[in-house]
Nanobody
Framework: QVQLVESGGGLVQAGDSLRLSCAAS????????VGWFRQAPGTEREFVAA????????YYTDSVKGRFTISRDNAKNTVYLQMNSLKPEDTAVYYC????????????????????WGQGTQVTVSS
């Protein structure tokens, strides 16, 4: 497994931007896809975005398309989630996750395909 640490969350107003970071350690960073998920109180964890090993392919849930951008810098062992035009419904704890080294897909929207998770970072968007 890989160790993941998220940062960059905070309290912002609707329309503002935030950039989340996910720093990884423990194995070759570019060897596995990474995803971002979020969980609001009383709801199940939901997929937000995913990125392939080299960063050439990305995938987003419909509600964030055009507002969020996932990227990665394998030299810095870090994945980013740039969040623009934030809405109150984006309020949640955001988690990054890494797929196993043996994962054969390009990326995944399914939480069960990931085996390493960070502790999460809180994002709160006020109206």
């Amino acid at each position: 497994q890989v160790q993941l640490v998220e940062s960059g969350g905070g309290l912002v107003q609707a329309g503002d931007s935030l950039r989340l970071s996910c720093a990884a350690s423990g194995r070759t960073f570019g060897a596995y896809p990474v995803g971002w998920f979020r969980q609001a109180p009383g709801t199940e964890r939901e997929f937000v975005a995913a990125i392939s090993r080299a960063g050439s392919r990305t995938y987003y849930t419909d509600s964030v398309k055009g507002r969020f951008t996932i990227s990665r810098d394998n030299a810095k062992n870090t994945v980013y989630l740039q969040m623009n035009s934030l809405k109150p419904e984006d309020t949640a704890v955001y988690y990054c996750a890494a797929a196993p080294f043996a994962y054969s897909g390009t990326y995944s929207w399914k939480a069960t395909d990931y085996d390493s998770w960070g502790q999460g970072t809180q994002v709160t968007v006020s109206s």
